[in-house]
Structures are given as structure tokens and as C-alpha cells.
């Protein structure tokens, strides 16, 4: 084999280290991008913060961070985060601070228990044998997140080694136990057990608790599929009793964990706010969410003046000035493209999902001259602040459909058409999926069947027969 040298011309891109930290940084959420300027901060010192940085004197108007708790239904809400202080814990404070260093007052703030350490409480104050104290113990460590127990007692004993010699008599024993704990419900095996116990709360003379009782045990799959048909067929009763039935039951709570786990809680801090001036909506940063930083100009000096002993400091002293660099580039970019959606948008603004226009991440792009991957990373977890409410830079964008005028209508606006129509349903005679589909029809609005159906389906609203009430 005859060997020999051949000249070849390509093209690679390389991404040098600026870009790399440009690219990271956009993507970044804000909450992120504190905690990465703090680290930057803590790491190299050749960066500082300027004099005049919001961090110690925030403007009073600027937007804080805001908690975003997740509800069932899949709707946000979020609240101003309350503000504690600690008190001085010198010599002269109270609480056995004294002169103890070991001593932590962060221990004496309060936090939400969890369900585990709520019910190992409660095991705490009641007095057991050593053995039955175990058992119970055993069975809350195998709740679910929901607080049911998803093991049946009999696969658990066979589980158990049997040195332990605990058989499913004495695990059923242990149950019953824990099913006298609070929250009312927990440690149940199944749904309509857990609203048994919940119903077994309650006095006597509650009105509807007896026929109600007999739904949870026998009727709940007839409940559940709203057939009131046969319900009242198979119980024997009228509407207004089984009305209060129903009212009573759905005072119960399907889920007895819920509230002890404080994973859905999230805090963050707007990007951006919208405020009408001269009427017309318009994009401003965020002044508290914008970190202001600077190069050291002292260790700047020296290292200029001492260049052959500058050693890893003019790396690092790159570095910074990299970083105060991309931090500006990355809020001016989130600043244009929050821009160019609010003048989108602006009857969203004035009238609400309604009147949301169809808008994709290809049109922002072509307007700025920007690549759709950077309105993507500059749209993601990136968060604009309105009189109607906190919403991702992302929920701005949505699909269109065709109306038949010819026009255009984004699904965000065709959600909420159909979101209207179900709120002023007759709740005897709820809309079905076709008859929605009919009434959007004589609106303009040209959607089949089956794309209310995804749409109600993504808004997490029941189909018809789940939405029937007395």
C-alpha cells in the first residue's frame, strides 16, 4: 500500500471560554445566576461589587422575590415572601445564648414537619409496648407521599425477616394504631378507606354522614363517574339527600399527606416588569434582579504594574471581566426580546389570554436577528412581572388556528375561550367537548372536537360526565 500526503481545508466551530460562560449564564434563571455571581464573588478576588449595587441599597419600588406554590389543579399562585430577623444573641439575650459558641439560634426557628415526623410524634406520646411501638414505627416508615399505605400487610410480613416473627395479624393491629393519627385518614390502603376514616371523625348528627358513609364503602366508583341515576336508584334517596351526601364527601381530603411536603415551594425573583406609560405597555429590568459588579481596581493596578508576577491572577482578573461583560450582554438580551413580546402582546395586556396573539419563538428571532436557541434559553425560566400577574417569558408563545374570517387565533386565547364556556356551563347540563367545539364555531373560531379535548385535558378540566353535579 502506497502511502501518501494529502492537504485538507475544514471549518470547526469552537467555542472559546467567553462564549461557553455567555451561553451558561443566559440560561441561567435568576435566583441561579445570584448564587453563581455569589460563588464568582467567594472564588476570585479581583471581582467586587459596585458601590452602588441594589444588593445593600435596593430601591423601595423594586420587585422582590415572590413564592410560587403549586395547587392541584395545576394553577399557580404566588405570594410576597414575609421577611424575619433575628434578634441579638449577645450576653445580654435570653434563650441560654450566653457565651455557649456550640449555641445556634437558627434552631429555634420554627419549620413545617414533615408527615413522618409528625406522626413518629404522635407514636411518641402514646404509651406502647417496646414491640407494638416497633410495629407502628414499621408502618409509617412505609407510607407513601400521599400518606397510604401501598404494601399489602401480607406482602410486608412475608418481607420481614423471621427472626422478627411479626405475622399480618399483628401488622393489621399495629394499622388500626396508626389510622388514629392525625392528619384523619392516614395509613389507609385504598381511597375509599382513608374517606371512611375521615367520615369516622365526625359526629354523629352531621347532616348526610350515614348516607355518605354508604357512598364511601359501596358506591364511590358511581360517585366518581357523577351517575346519579343509579346512585339514587341503589341508596333509595331523593336529590337533596343525596346533594348532601355528595357536599359532605367532598369536604374530605383524597390525599391525607398533603400540606407536609414544601418540595412545590419555589421563590423567584422577576426579570422583568410591565408598566403602561403613555398608553402603551412597556418593558422595564428589574433593577433587584440585576447584580452590579466591577473588576477590582486596586489588584487591577498592581497586577499592571507587576506583569511578569502576576502569575494565575490575570487569568483570574479575565475572568472577571468576562463576567461583569456577559452579565450585561445577558440582561440586554433578556431586556430586547421582553420588549419586542410585550409590543406583541399588548392587547393580552389590556384584555387578558383572550386576546393572546399567535406568536412563535421564529418571529422574535427574525426581529432581533437573533438564533431561536437563544430566545429559547433567554424564554426559559425567565419571568415577567404585570398587573395581570407572573407569568414565564415562554407562556407568551403559542400555536395558531385559523378563524373564519381568515385570521389568526393563538391556542393560549382558545384556552381560555374554552375555560369561559365551562365556567358558565350549566352544571346539570355541562357542555360536552362537541358542544364547545360548536359554540367557538359560532365565535369565529374554527376548532375540532378533538382539539378542545386536548386543550380542556391540558387545562386539567374534567371531561362532561365528571363535571354533572345535582
Avoid at 457565651?99 to 410524634?121: G, I, W
Amino acid at each position: 500500500m502506497k502511502q501518501s500526503l494529502q492537504l485538507k481545508v475544514s471549518q470547526q466551530l469552537t467555542l472559546t471560554p467567553q462564549l461557553q460562560q455567555s451561553i451558561k449564564l443566559l440560561q441561567l434563571s435568576t435566583i441561579e445566576l445570584q448564587a453563581e455571581v455569589e460563588r464568582y464573588l467567594l472564588e476570585n478576588p479581583m471581582l467586587e461589587r459596585a458601590d452602588d449595587s441594589p444588593s445593600t441599597d435596593q430601591p423601595a419600588d423594586a420587585p422582590q422575590a415572590t413564592e410560587q406554590t403549586a395547587t392541584d389543579d395545576g394553577a399557580t399562585q404566588t405570594d410576597e415572601p414575609g421577611v424575619s430577623a433575628l434578634q441579638d444573641w449577645g450576653s445580654g439575650g435570653g434563650g441560654g445564648g450566653g457565651h455557649d459558641e456550640d449555641y445556634d439560634p437558627f434552631h429555634n426557628v420554627p419549620c413545617q414537619p414533615t408527615l413522618r415526623e409528625q406522626l413518629l410524634a404522635q407514636l411518641g406520646e402514646v404509651s406502647l409496648a417496646r414491640r407494638d411501638h416497633a410495629v407502628v414505627q414499621l408502618l409509617i416508615e412505609e407510607l407513601d407521599d400521599d400518606g397510604y399505605l401501598s404494601t399489602p400487610l401480607a406482602e410486608l410480613a412475608a418481607a420481614l425477616p423471621d427472626e422478627l416473627d411479626i405475622d399480618e395479624s399483628e401488622l393489621a393491629t399495629g394499622l388500626r394504631m396508626l389510622q388514629q393519627f392525625d392528619p384523619p385518614g392516614v395509613g389507609a390502603r385504598a381511597l375509599s378507606e382513608s374517606l371512611a376514616l375521615q367520615l369516622g371523625r365526625l359526629d354523629d348528627s352531621t347532616p348526610g354522614l350515614a348516607l355518605a358513609r354508604t357512598i364511601v364503602r359501596d358506591h364511590l366508583d358511581l360517585l366518581g363517574a357523577r351517575d346519579y341515576t343509579r346512585l339514587r336508584k341503589q341508596l333509595g334517596c331523593n336529590d337533596d339527600a343525596l346533594r348532601l351526601a355528595q357536599a359532605l364527601i367532598a369536604t374530605l381530603n383524597p390525599r391525607p399527606a398533603t400540606g407536609f411536603d414544601a418540595s412545590d415551594t419555589h421563590y423567584i425573583t422577576p426579570d422583568v416588569t410591565v408598566r403602561k406609560r403613555k398608553g402603551r405597555w412597556v418593558a422595564e429590568l428589574n433593577a433587584g434582579a440585576v447584580p452590579h459588579l466591577r473588576v477590582n481596581q486596586i489588584y487591577a493596578q498592581m497586577l499592571s504594574e507587576n506583569r511578569q508576577q502576576s502569575g494565575d491572577l490575570s487569568g483570574r482578573l479575565q475572568e472577571a471581566r468576562w463576567l461583569v461583560k456577559n452579565i450585561q450582554q445577558r440582561f440586554d438580551t433578556i431586556l430586547k426580546v421582553s420588549e419586542a413580546i410585550v409590543d406583541k402582546q399588548q392587547a393580552f395586556f389590556e384584555q387578558g389570554e383572550v386576546a393572546m396573539r399567535p406568536m412563535i419563538l421564529r418571529d422574535i428571532a427574525e426581529e432581533l436577528g437573533l438564533h431561536e436557541s437563544t430566545v429559547s434559553r433567554v424564554t426559559t425560566q425567565k419571568y415577567l412581572l404585570c398587573p395581570r400577574g407572573l407569568f414565564e417569558l415562554k407562556y407568551f408563545f403559542g400555536s395558531a388556528l385559523e378563524t373564519d374570517s381568515g385570521e389568526e387565533c393563538s391556542a393560549t386565547a382558545i384556552k381560555a375561550h374554552i375555560r369561559k364556556l365551562i365556567e358558565e356551563e350549566n352544571p346539570a347540563k355541562p357542555l360536552s367537548d362537541s358542544a364547545i367545539a360548536a359554540q367557538l364555531s359560532s365565535q369565529g373560531i374554527l376548532v375540532a372536537r378533538r382539539t378542545v379535548a386536548k386543550y380542556r385535558e391540558a387545562m386539567q378540566i374534567a371531561p362532561v360526565n365528571q363535571r354533572k353535579t345535582l
